[in-house]
């Protein structure tokens, strides 16, 4: 079903910054994982002084990802996330590459993706356009780090065709052409007409209650989704990432008491949020509501690393349960007295003496 409930969904003022942050969350933990894998933008120029042609999908996923959220975002996601690397997998920290990265990112997202911007073929040319400056200034940009910060006997030849040219012919194969083509199908496929895509499986919620939504926009395509089982998803995705980093770069697991007190304190806020309102007793916003829920998420991560405490773990979750079943309870008596009030108003003494017989 596509609906317009887009008057409906409330417009709060944190939900620029809140996004901005997802985004480059979003961006570095991409470039964590993929880095795992395929290795990171910096892995072909440290320690290695060969000349060799490479496609890099870390470096075509970082370019498409960069254009798409815009300079700010690119260039602290690009800086981060190899220095995040770096700490995990590297024996020294380069911060020459760190800023290598994050310029490529800014310089790539100054030409930041619109919708519709791509049905226009002059777009197509400017971005290409765009990439092939971007590679020659980040070429250039190598070849003076490697002249001035590393104690080099290469000639400078050598360093122009092994570090400064490698990364241009790395830019050309792996983003040049294929990025353009990238954002016309993103541009085609999310934008040519716009969507609203309200279902109810998702939402959790009919139209009339889209307050208690919150959408992610592709082009010009919003899906919406349950505010705190958004906030609840997304706090599992990030624990999980973090908690790796972590044990990556320390080289150390959490504790399980550390774990069994988040999972103790974490969901307290989330439960007063959704129980005051179930109650009747205030109206939550969808800024609670995503927040609860990224705490509850984290929580729920948490559960993993309470093995030594098995028994108690599943006495804290039976609690819990056992709460949210009598808000419900209490929460839907309540909202049957309401309505009966409204359609039979009597004094609260009759409601009570109808509800004894």
Same mark, same amino acid.
């Given at each position: 079903m596509s609906v317009d409930p887009a008057n409906k969904t409330p417009k709060f003022c944190l939900r620029s910054i809140f996004m901005n942050i997802l985004i480059t969350v979003f961006i570095i933990m991409s470039y964590i994982y993929i880095s795992e894998i395929f290795g990171s933008i910096s892995i072909p120029y440290i320690g290695i002084n060969e000349f060799s042609i490479i496609f890099g999908l870390l470096l075509l996923i970082f370019t498409f990802f960069s254009i798409i959220a815009g300079p700010i975002q690119a260039f602290i996601a690009g800086f981060l996330g190899?220095?995040?690397?770096?700490?995990?997998?590297?024996?020294?920290?380069?911060?020459?590459?760190?800023?290598?990265?994050?310029?490529?990112g800014l310089?790539?997202?100054?030409?930041?993706?619109?919708?519709?911007?791509?049905?226009?073929?002059?777009?197509?040319?400017?971005?290409?356009?765009?990439?092939?400056?971007?590679?020659?200034?980040?070429?250039?940009?190598?070849i003076v780090f490697q002249l001035s910060l590393y104690s080099n006997?290469?000639?400078?030849?050598?360093?122009?065709?092994?570090?400064?040219?490698?990364? !241009? *012919?790395?830019?050309? $194969?792996? @983003? %040049?052409?294929?990025?353009?083509?990238? /954002?016309? #199908?993103?541009?085609?496929?999310?934008?040519?007409?716009?969507?609203?895509?309200?279902?109810?499986?998702?939402t959790h919620h009919?139209?009339?209650a889209s307050d208690h939504t919150f959408y992610f926009q592709f082009g010009r395509t919003k899906i919406y989704f349950c505010s705190r089982c958004s906030g609840m998803i997304i706090g599992i995705v990030m624990s999980i990432f973090f908690t790796h980093l972590t044990e990556l770069i320390i080289n150390t697991q959490f504790s399980a008491e550390i774990a069994l007190f988040i999972i103790?304190?974490?969901?307290?806020?989330?439960?007063?949020?959704?129980?005051?309102?179930?109650?009747?007793?205030?109206?939550?916003?969808?800024?609670?509501r995503l927040l609860t829920g990224f705490i509850i998420g984290v929580a729920l991560h948490f559960i993993s690393?309470?093995?030594?405490?098995? !028994? *108690?773990?599943?006495? $804290?979750? @039976? %609690?819990?349960?056992?709460?949210?079943? /009598?808000? #419900?309870?209490?929460?839907?008596?309540?909202i049957f007295r309401e309505l009966k009030k409204e359609l039979n108003p009597l004094s609260p003494e009759d409601l009570d003496n109808d509800q004894d017989k």
């Amino acid at each position: 079903m596509s609906v317009d409930p887009a008057n409906k969904t409330p417009k709060f003022c944190l939900r620029s910054i809140f996004m901005n942050i997802l985004i480059t969350v979003f961006i570095i933990m991409s470039y964590i994982y993929i880095s795992e894998i395929f290795g990171s933008i910096s892995i072909p120029y440290i320690g290695i002084n060969e000349f060799s042609i490479i496609f890099g999908l870390l470096l075509l996923i970082f370019t498409f990802f960069s254009i798409i959220a815009g300079p700010i975002q690119a260039f602290i996601a690009g800086f981060l996330g190899e220095l995040l690397y770096q700490f995990a997998f590297y024996n020294n920290i380069y911060l020459d590459w760190c800023l290598i990265v994050a310029i490529y990112g800014l310089i790539a997202g100054l030409y930041k993706y619109k919708p519709l911007k791509y049905h226009k073929g002059m777009a197509v040319y400017y971005t290409f356009l765009l990439l092939v400056i971007n590679s020659f200034l980040v070429m250039f940009l190598i070849i003076v780090f490697q002249l001035s910060l590393y104690s080099n006997p290469l000639e400078l030849e050598t360093i122009f065709i092994n570090f400064g040219f490698k990364f !241009f *012919l790395q830019t050309l $194969i792996s @983003t %040049i052409f294929l990025i353009p083509i990238l /954002l016309v #199908i993103y541009d085609k496929i999310l934008a040519s007409k716009e969507r609203h895509l309200y279902y109810l499986l998702l939402t959790h919620h009919p139209v009339e209650a889209s307050d208690h939504t919150f959408y992610f926009q592709f082009g010009r395509t919003k899906i919406y989704f349950c505010s705190r089982c958004s906030g609840m998803i997304i706090g599992i995705v990030m624990s999980i990432f973090f908690t790796h980093l972590t044990e990556l770069i320390i080289n150390t697991q959490f504790s399980a008491e550390i774990a069994l007190f988040i999972i103790i304190v974490f969901p307290i806020p989330g439960m007063i949020d959704w129980g005051t309102q179930k109650l009747l007793f205030r109206k939550s916003t969808t800024e609670s509501r995503l927040l609860t829920g990224f705490i509850i998420g984290v929580a729920l991560h948490f559960i993993s690393y309470t093995k030594a405490y098995y !028994f *108690l773990t599943l006495i $804290i979750i @039976t %609690i819990y349960f056992g709460i949210l079943f /009598l808000l #419900i309870f209490f929460g839907q008596r309540k909202i049957f007295r309401e309505l009966k009030k409204e359609l039979n108003p009597l004094s609260p003494e009759d409601l009570d003496n109808d509800q004894d017989k």
